[in-house]
């Protein structure tokens, strides 16, 4: 169970998930009240940002508690295999786009490492465990193709797939890697009568640009409220 802060530890959180703030705190934060901050940066996404501000702090400067240092080697090994399936899986989405360039196929990448590299000044405080393609309904045949010729297989049931349109690849040698080609980021059919955000959404939106503020802020609230419904700090 989620350990519940008290309004001041909310307020401490919000400033350590803050990756533009300061790690500055007062000297009457308590090893217990780091572990429940700890536990609660892991279920809102920030815990990277929190472990670098720890960091910064110094763990000379950490209240001297065996079982906050052993929560702190555990979670920093954890951040550091995250950072790098981050980096293994942005060498497969750039392979993956490549290809579909080859083919002619209009696709972005979206969410996940275009948050990290336009949002973040330091990409390891927003590791990604997926990477998401969008491509316009109509090239979804000839992209489902490609990424399977890349060594990928459909790990998702194609009927409800192509009801969703969303399609779940996973690498043959490697199932922990994951690449979600879209046809639309609105996934539920009956939301989708009302409201749609594909690539011909998103190409108007950046209006001739590229991951423009306008188009981030349409996906992260399309994608919160289909998803996480608001309820994670993360962006």
Partial sequence: MLPELSPAQEKLLIKLADPEATADWGNDVSAGDLLALLANAEFHGVLPIVLRKLRERGDADLPNDAGLRQKLAELRDQMTTATGQSMLLQYHGDRVMKALAAKGVPARIVKGPVFARRLYRQLADRPFTDIDIL??????ETANRTIAECGFELGSGEALSHALQEFKWLEKENSSLLIELHGNLVHDTGMRRRLSLGFRE??????GETDTPAALLTIAIVHAAGGHKFHRLQL
């Fill in 135 to 140: 491509v316009d309904p109509a090239g979804i």
């Fill in 202 to 207: 998103l190409r108007a939106i950046d209006k």
